[in-house]
Antibody, heavy 115, light 107 residues
Framework: QVQLKQSGPGLVQPSQSLSITCTVSGFSLTSYGVHWVRQSPGKGLEWLGV???????DYNAAFISRLSISKDNSKSQVFFKMNSLQANDTAIYYC?????????WGQGTLVTVSA | DIVLTQSPATLSVTPGDRVSLSCRASQSISNYLHWYQQKSHESPRLLIKYASQSISGIPSRFSGSGSGTDFTLSINSVETEDFGMYFC?????????FGGGTKLEIK
């Protein structure tokens, strides 16, 4: 069955970077895109960006200067990196599979930005 | 960015009621509107895609309607397992955006 499993740190120092890996199973990254979405009490759900099956990316313009999404098809892994985190980046970060809607989601990674 | 406004913010209902949740877009998004349910400490679950298309495995009591700027998620005969948060999401224009959510609670 389709699964997305996330791994990454729960605590990030202010001004440091966040890296999360989304490892997928049950489908190929060469056939489906993987999106990143975050959720916080203050801003709700925010779409961050996507890496498409062909490897191209689209980013939310609000994050484009500090966000990078890449992947390794052979390892079925998608890599999320966000730089210069601040306290207001504290949120649950999700990877999700889909074209225009998100039928499958990772379990979420709670990221706290704090010294 | 397209703003999605969901109403009401909270809806208190009794099991067995029929309910309607609203999602209004700040500009036309055709039918690129999707609905999700989220329970506490869980990831969102897709309920309806493209405004009215059903999703495999989702109970038939969930249905969606609308196009352009006004959309509705209907639940025919609410069950106790339906309580939680509901979000809409648009994929017509970058960046894709979500509504603020409607909380469905037991009266």
């Amino acid at each position: 069955q389709v699964q997305l499993k996330q791994s990454g740190p729960g605590l990030v120092q202010p001004s440091q970077s966040l890296s999360i890996t989304c490892t997928v199973s049950g489908f190929s990254l060469t056939s489906y895109g993987v999106h990143w979405v975050r959720q916080s009490p203050g801003k709700g759900l925010e779409w961050l960006g996507v890496i498409w099956s062909g490897g191209s990316t689209d980013y939310n313009a609000a994050f484009i200067s500090r966000l990078s999404i890449s992947k390794d098809n052979s390892k079925s892994q998608v890599f999320f990196k966000m730089n210069s985190l601040q306290a207001n980046d504290t949120a649950i970060y999700y990877c999700a599979r889909g074209l225009r809607s998100f039928a499958y989601w990772g379990q979420g990674t709670l990221v706290t930005v704090s010294a | 960015d397209i703003v999605l406004t969901q109403s009401p913010a909270t809806l208190s209902v009794t099991p067995g009621d029929r309910v309607s949740l609203s999602c209004r877009a700040s500009q036309s998004i055709s039918n690129y509107l999707h609905w999700y349910q989220q329970k506490s400490h869980e990831s969102p679950r897709l309920l309806i895609k493209y405004a009215s298309q059903s999703i495999s495995g989702i109970p038939s009591r969930f249905s969606g309607s609308g196009s352009g700027t006004d959309f509705t998620l209907s639940i025919n005969s609410v069950e106790t397992e339906d309580f939680g948060m509901y979000f809409c999401q648009q994929s017509n224009s970058w960046p894709w955006t979500f509504g603020g959510g409607t909380k469905l609670e037991i009266k």
